[in-house]
């Protein structure tokens, strides 16, 4: 059961929208379940009798009672509650139910107190209800509200046992402020994919992704289109920022702006000047100067990435909370810098794994001085690397970072449920379900090609390599045969003998790196783990031979064979005595 709590002035404009039409006429037989005193609140929707204008001066009585310099400015509070996707249709005794504890749960309307603040619950359709309270008490005094959303968030908790519904994870303030119905509303009118708060908030990271410094951030988020407003000290020092997308105004005409930390709590101009400073530390080890990262082509620097990314999830299991928030931050620039810079066919399933994983990086004992500089400099060579191809060795070494990736963010939603943070797992599994998805689209041609070559293999290298696999996972033989990858996995040790590898080491060596219970494809894992272990192609390459005799069979039908040739021989010695 979700709740969405938000704050209006116009208390008409919302009784309207309620018992209208919705925008796309999905609203039905609107009308009240609920209210502060049924005989004295008017139903709009099943009196014929009564009107919006009554409802709403019935509403904000209390409010207009109070002098005018003592009325809220947003004094309608407005909560839709929604059940959880496949959950059972609650009846209207049951939605009233449950609106009557959530009002008694925020404390504006508590069971048995006459002098509550009055309040509605509109229903229009199956799967949830309208909450309306206007925030003056019939006493003239203002309700008290502090933490509402966590006790309305943990009323909505024990309503899903009460009634037998889906639990959801619970909250823990850690969240960035998700979008208001209003926003969705306004995503959903201008086609947009995401409301401006979830497109700021992407643009803000990606640009922290691939800067090296403030005004590297700044410029970026420029480049990419943003508007920025700048807070300046006397001094002419930035002391903080706000963003607004290009176009996106208020009934007034004015931009909507976001200051950063209104985006996400890490995303305050403090916080990113912190991460920078923490690049720019000197290394203990070294009083060397850390060399720029320069340009490098995609692929190698999504092979860089790859190996980081697989350090965080074989560590991650033994890392403690100082060291998991260490690499699951650095893990999350990572796919920043991918979602930016992806190929088209997998760019909105990058920008959603990042989007979800944004949520796994945050909790309340994460440490504040982490020091991710090795992945915030990997992340940094995959942006300025620029858009990788979808084929090719770029698209090789994406579907590369991608199936590491896939493993990393599985091992980060285990390590944050052994823990008990419920929303910070589920963010992990979501990610990995996209990025799931990016690599499958990412893999398919490069795996093809490597399953192909493996087909082609000659009988007695196909067997050779097959017993490689049977010697090293005994007990997984069987089922990796059965798996559409196991033709890769065998043009994968044909090329890494090829290339002065011992096969069979290398694979033990891809075994033992981490576990592979968490693989959908475990040959697909090993593919990729042995072709980075190795340093091999993340391409097949053509072969040779087979190009040139392509190439050849035209002229060799054209060429006199062997047979040929005797017809010609008497005509040599004719010719040379003339000379």
Not at 6 to 18: D, K, N, V
Not at 484 to 513: I, M, Y
């Amino acid at each position: 059961m979700v709740p969405d709590i938000s704050l209006g002035g116009r208390t008409y404009g919302l009784l309207a929208y309620l018992y209208g039409p919705g925008r796309r006429e999905e609203h039905m037989d609107p009308h009240l379940v609920a209210s502060w005193q049924p005989e004295l609140a008017p139903d709009p929707g099943r009196d014929p009798a009564a009107t919006l204008k009554q409802l709403q001066e019935r509403l904000d009585l209390p409010v207009q009672a109070v002098p005018e310099h003592r009325r809220p400015k947003r004094h309608v509070w407005h909560c839709p509650v929604r059940a959880a996707p496949g959950d059972r249709y609650l009846s209207d005794t049951e939605w009233a139910e449950v609106a009557r504890r959530i009002m008694h749960a925020t404390g504006i309307a508590e069971e048995g107190d006459d002098q509550a603040c009055r309040w509605i619950a509109v229903r229009h359709a199956e799967d949830h209800i309208h909450i309306v309270a206007t925030l003056k008490r019939h006493d003239g005094r203002s309700p008290r509200r502090q933490f509402e959303r966590e006790r309305v968030q943990a009323e909505c908790r024990a309503i899903e046992i009460d009634f037998g519904l889906k639990q959801l994870n619970p909250g823990d303030r850690t969240a960035a402020k998700r979008p208001t119905s209003a926003e969705r509303a306004k995503a959903e009118r201008t086609g947009r994919t995401a409301t401006s708060r979830e497109l700021l908030r992407d643009h803000v990271r990606q640009a922290v992704a691939g800067a090296a410094d403030e005004t590297e951030f700044f410029r970026r988020l420029t480049e990419a289109g943003v508007r920025i407003d700048q807070r300046l000290a006397p001094s002419g020092d930035v002391l903080g920022y706000k963003v607004a997308l290009p176009g996106d105004r208020n009934r007034h005409g004015e931009p909507i702006w976001f200051a950063g930390s209104r985006l996400a709590p890490d995303l305050s101009l403090p916080k990113i000047r912190h991460r920078f400073a923490r690049d720019e530390a000197p290394d203990d080890r070294s009083a060397e100067p850390r060399p720029q990262p320069s340009r490098v082509a995609p692929a190698r620097a999504r092979r860089a990435a790859a190996d980081l990314v697989d350090d965080v999830s074989s560590v991650l299991d033994e890392a403690n909370e100082a060291e998991a928030g260490t690499h699951l931050s650095g893990m999350g620039e990572v796919l920043d810098a991918l979602a930016q810079t992806s190929p088209t066919s997998t760019r909105q399933q990058t920008i959603e794994a990042a989007r979800a994983f944004e949520r796994a990086t945050r909790w309340h004992s994460r440490a504040e001085r982490a020091d991710h500089r090795a992945v915030r400099a990997a992340a940094r060579g995959i942006v300025r690397a620029g858009t990788a191809l979808g084929r090719g060795e770029d698209g090789g070494a994406t579907a590369m970072l991608l199936s590491t990736l896939v493993l990393a963010a599985i091992a980060a939603a285990r390590w944050h449920a052994a823990r008990q943070h419920a929303q910070q797992a589920a963010a992990a599994h979501q990610a990995a379900q996209h990025l799931r998805a990016a690599y499958q689209t990412a893999a398919t041609t490069p795996m093809r090609a490597m399953r192909d070559h493996g087909r082609r293999l000659p009988t007695p290298d196909r067997h050779r390599h097959s017993d490689t696999v049977e010697t090293v996972l005994p007990d997984q033989a069987d089922d990796l045969r059965s798996e559409r990858g196991f033709d890769a996995l065998l043009a994968t040790l044909d090329q890494a003998q090829r290339a002065g590898h011992n096969p069979t080491a290398l694979l033990h060596r891809a075994v033992a790196h981490r576990e592979l219970h968490t693989a959908e494809s475990v040959t697909d894992v090993l593919v990729w783990r042995m072709r980075r272990l190795g340093n091999l192609p993340a391409q097949q390459p053509r072969t040779r031979t087979t190009s040139k005799t392509t190439k050849q069979q035209p002229r060799t039908a054209s060429v006199p064979t062997a047979t040929a040739a005797p017809p010609r021989a008497p005509a040599r010695p004719e010719r040379r005595p003339r000379r």
